[in-house]
């Protein structure tokens, strides 16, 4: 009790007032909950939103770029294989402003995962080392891939997101070099059951001041503006490849100075794979060597991916029908016997998922009919709920023949797939 305070002193507020502040508290907090949920919905609605839009950009983009991959393997004079060659690398250009637009949104909405399976890493660094080549080739540049010595060759981890930030350096790096070189060092070390593996990009181009590389990792964020917006792109690229290290256990960084070159590094942490990994990508070219025998189920709505599908099988000797709906091909595969159906996801009426829950409740040999899907999705946890519906495989569009030729090695019959060893 405080000096001369009067015994029995009355509190300076009364019960009512404590129950009418406790109200409003309450009232702050529901309201909180329900702003908090509000948000939430906006923000699901956003999501399923940009996956709409993205699918819609997508499936034309890419028929774009596979269109003019197949023009370029025909027969073109020069200026008709330039003209060709512009269009498929302008395509490209869009379908990584799209892609990035895309992982930044999953990032920011942790809505990201990565996948964990097995590679060859050397496959992985020679199909960039050759990637590079020919992008420095174009610029007269020089370039080459050093790994270390006894660098393992197998690793368990996500091969496309580690190549997508080997790719935005080494772009980056060509984009802004005019002479000279741009090279890539691999180096690894061992922390207990984890390889550490370390890249560096080393290029002898215009360079950054420090003031520059202070933002560069962020969002947006170019480090030569002028340059940049000569040359192109989000800003975003580097900001995605930075958080994708960071989901592999690592970091990034850059040492530079202007006028003189940089040298972005990166590590990232994997466990080593056994002897077993599957079958590599072919080599970069439009149609991958290897035989393929079956009869196919085109099931595609779209009459430009429906060409581009049938050139490819074309060109890789199989048979097929292709039919336009899901309730088609149901009636397909009741009267006529295929060896795997090609599975567009998004079609009206019946999707491609509940077709392929239908395939499988079927009465007869077709029910364990291989199904693959083949969609512009890109949205985290597409593959897996394509697997859970039933569906054993995925090809991403735009389609890259290679791919869809390994996809099918791996399901049809009697094929086999060209060792690219």
């Known amino acids: 009790m405080y000096p001369n305070a009067p ?17 409003t508290l309450q009232r702050a907090l529901d309201q909180e909950r329900a702003a908090r949920a509000t948000a939430d919905r906006e923000n699901a609605a956003k999501s399923e939103l940009l996956a709409t839009v993205a699918h819609e950009i997508r499936t034309p983009l890419g028929a774009i ?9 025909g027969k073109l004079d020069t200026t008709q294989h330039h003209y060709a060659e512009t269009l498929r690398q302008s ?19 942790g809505r990201f995962e990565l996948e964990n399976a097995p590679f060859d890493f050397s496959e992985l660094m020679r199909s960039t080392g050759t990637a590079l080549a020919a992008l420095a080739q174009a610029k007269g540049l020089q370039s080459r891939v050093d790994i270390a010595e006894g660098c393992p060759t197998r690793f368990i981890g996500d091969p496309v997101r580690l190549r997508q930030v080997l790719d935005n350096l ?21 922390d207990g059951a984890e390889t550490i593996l370390r890249f560096e990009v080393v290029d002898t181009g215009t360079g950054l001041a420090a003031n520059q590389k202070e933002a560069l990792f962020e969002p947006y964020a170019q480090g030569d503006s002028s340059a940049a917006a000569n040359q192109g792109g989000t800003g975003l690229g580097l900001s995605i490849a930075r958080r994708l ?14 006028g003189q070159g940089s040298l972005f590094w990166f590590t990232i942490r994997l466990r080593e794979a056994g002897e077993t990994v599957p079958a590599g990508r072919t080599p970069e070219g439009v149609f991958p060597g290897g035989e393929l025998s079956g009869h196919v189920l085109v099931v595609e709505d779209n009459n430009v991916n429906q060409m581009l599908i049938a050139t490819f099988l074309d060109n890789f000797n199989l048979t097929y029908k292709t039919v336009a709906s899901g309730g088609e091909a149901l009636e397909a595969l009741a009267g006529e016997q295929f060896d795997l159906v090609l599975m567009d996801i998004i079609m009206p009426g019946m999707d491609g998922i509940e077709t392929t829950q239908r395939i499988r409740a079927l009465n007869s040999q077709a029910a364990d009919i291989r199904v693959v899907a083949l969609t512009a999705n890109a949205m985290k946890g597409d593959r897996e709920t394509y697997l859970s519906a ?17 996809e099918l090695a791996k399901h049809l019959p009697g094929s086999r797939q060209q060792n690219c060893a």
Not at 91 to 109: M, Q
């Open 65 to 73: 770029v596979s269109m003019a991959e197949l023009l370029l393997a």
């Open 170 to 190: 080494i772009d980056n790096a060509v984009k802004f070099t005019q002479t000279g070189s741009v090279n890539i060092r691999a180096g690894f070390g061992r």
């Open 390 to 406: 039933g569906m054993d495989g995925y090809v991403s569009k735009p389609v890259a023949a290679a791919d869809l030729f390994a």
């Open 7 to 23: 015994h029995n002193s009355s509190p300076d507020f009364s019960p009512e007032d404590l129950f009418s502040q406790i109200e």
């Open 245 to 258: 290290v960071a989901l592999m256990g690592g970091d990034m960084g850059c040492e530079s100075v202007a």
């Open 91 to 109: 395509g490209r250009n869009l379908l990584t402003i799209l892609n990035d637009v895309l992982d930044h949104s999953k990032l920011a909405a």
